[in-house]
């Protein structure tokens, strides 16, 4: 089971992070409580590397927004709105993982792999998980939204996901994420997706 978590904005949260055995960590560039500029998010990353993937996570960027993450943090992979295709230079992004939500109409054609999630990033709200499964047959997909280590066992059941994401599950308060609850989730995960396989 690939498990991304994302809102990683300090030493403290990257550590328990790859303690926790992280797949991917998620750096907002967005406007977010857990907003971090490029500059940041390279310093924070620098014990991931080769660890972990580190992901730029952006909502709606302009064309100079993305090359200065690109220049500046030189993340493993951009993560932002299917919509926002048509304005990215893809081939200066080494991976895009599109992000599809809950409620509008899908496209036929999907990208290798996907982030899928509620209608609004990072507030706890939990995905269409019925869409979710529809999609989880077709592609590699990361479902996100509303998951903490209660549900995540059921989610992993409900969708069968190639990985899961989660942000405020993880927190203690908006923006501050619990080593313990870092540990806890990923583990929840983990054991989810073994008894899966049984």
Known sequence: MFVKLCGMN?????????????????FVLAPSVRRVSPT??????????GRACCVAVMLHPTAAEVD???????????????????MLSLEAIRIWWPVLRSGPALPALLRKRVL????????????????????????QLILAGGLHSGNVATAIRAVQPFGVDVSSGIESSPGRKCATRIHEFVRAARAAAAENQK
Request: glycine share 8%.
């Open 10 to 26: 300090s030493e403290a949260a990257v550590s328990a992070a790859l303690e926790a055995g992280a797949d991917a960590l998620g």
């Open 40 to 49: 940041e998010a390279r310093r924070l990353a620098a014990p991931a590397r």
């Open 68 to 86: 200065e993450v690109m220049q500046d943090f030189a993340p493993d992979a951009l993560q932002t709105d299917l919509a926002d295709e048509a």
């Open 116 to 139: 899928f999630e509620g209608p609004i990033s990072g507030v706890g709200e939990a995905a269409d998980w019925t869409m979710a499964r529809s999609l989880a047959s077709t592609t």
